[in-house]
């Protein structure tokens, strides 16, 4: 009963920002139908339909939907954590914001960036259509679109914000009080590719949201989550930008290496990360009841 609980919220919460952006899409196009009717316009709905599809369109309609769902999302969050649940470590802020830390999410998040490029060119060789489609989706999330700073704070950090209030404070937060750990951050990952809904995005979001658990889980605060999407999102802008003054053969050498060590280092900055914030000794302790209790439970029923 408790992992179908968690599971049919977790479905709620997911479904809460594809809701807020569907309708927020109808009412941009409802906007620009009845203004252009208003002046006299004739309506024309493959031009209204290449509008709306438009990447300067695509982008305002981001902006609101993160704006709304960290004003209300956010408002939700600060009351349930300091109200239902205040926050009795304080020092663990302060752990996430050492220089140490951040270096270590900092270079986590770039090598996640690499790892889930080489998971797109596999993407890319296998399913080649697919792939061609979202590079034209791709193409509207550039630093061509709108002016650098504008889709830096769009991307690079209102969208974590938005992302991770829902997807890591809400989503996986309810899921993990059904399923253990490993469970929970795949069916958040999931969630989170779903999201996203188109295949590439989806392959490489669903893995990127384990990782984002990962970091949730160890820094047991959105703070911990919010750095690295961050960090994520604004790496693939300092690539493009590479891709602007670096030559072909410059590029290509650099992303090889790049890729290279992000496969070789992934994994330690990963258990660098679980050092950095291991897991409360009660917390621990807790699981292991658990656990025993679970198999004195399965020896019962064998």
């Not at 809460?16 to 927020?24: A, F, G, N, R």
């Not at 109808?26 to 252009?36: K, N």
């Not at 220089?99 to 080489?118: D, G, H, K, M, R």
């Not at 911990?224 to 999102?233: C, D, I, P, R």
Request: net charge positive; glycine share 6%; proline share 4%.
């Amino acid at each position: 009963m408790k992992k179908l609980k968690s599971l049919g919220f977790a479905v709620i919460y997911l479904l809460i920002p594809i809701v807020l952006q569907l309708t927020l899409s109808a009412m941009i196009s409802f906007h620009i139908v009845a203004v252009r009717l208003l002046h006299g316009v004739e309506y024309d709905a493959d031009k209204l339909e290449a509008w709306i599809s438009s990447a300067q369109i695509n982008m305002i309609l981001i902006m609101l939907v993160n704006a709304t769902i960290i004003v209300g999302v956010g408002i939700w969050y600060w009351y349930l954590r300091k109200v239902h649940q205040p926050v009795k470590e304080t020092g663990r802020y302060r752990r996430i914001l050492s220089p140490q830390a951040i270096v270590t999410i900092l270079f986590l998040a770039f090598a996640s960036q690499f790892v889930c490029n080489i998971l797109m060119s596999v993407f890319q060789n296998l399913f080649p259509a697919i792939y061609a489609d979202y590079m034209k989706l791709a193409d509207t999330m550039s630093l061509k679109t709108m002016p650098a700073p504008a889709m830096i704070a769009i991307v690079g950090i209102f969208g974590p914000i938005a992302e991770e209030l829902v997807f890591r404070g809400m989503v996986f937060r309810t899921l993990r009080k059904g399923f253990p750990f490993a469970v929970a951050a795949l069916l958040s990952g999931i969630c989170f590719g779903i999201y996203h809904m188109n295949w590439v995005q989806g392959v490489y979001a669903s893995c990127l949201g384990v990782v984002l658990a990962f970091v949730y889980e160890r820094t047991r605060s959105i703070l911990g989550a919010v750095l690295f999407h961050m960090f994520f999102n604004c790496s693939s802008y300092l690539l493009e930008l590479l891709g602007d003054v670096l030559p072909d053969g410059v590029l290509g050498l650099v992303y090889l290496i790049a890729m290279a060590v992000s496969v070789v280092a992934f994994i330690p900055l990963l258990r660098k990360v679980a050092r950095l914030f291991p897991v409360p000794k009660k917390k621990l302790q807790k699981r292991e009841e658990t656990s025993m209790i679970q198999e004195e439970e399965d020896d019962e029923n064998v």
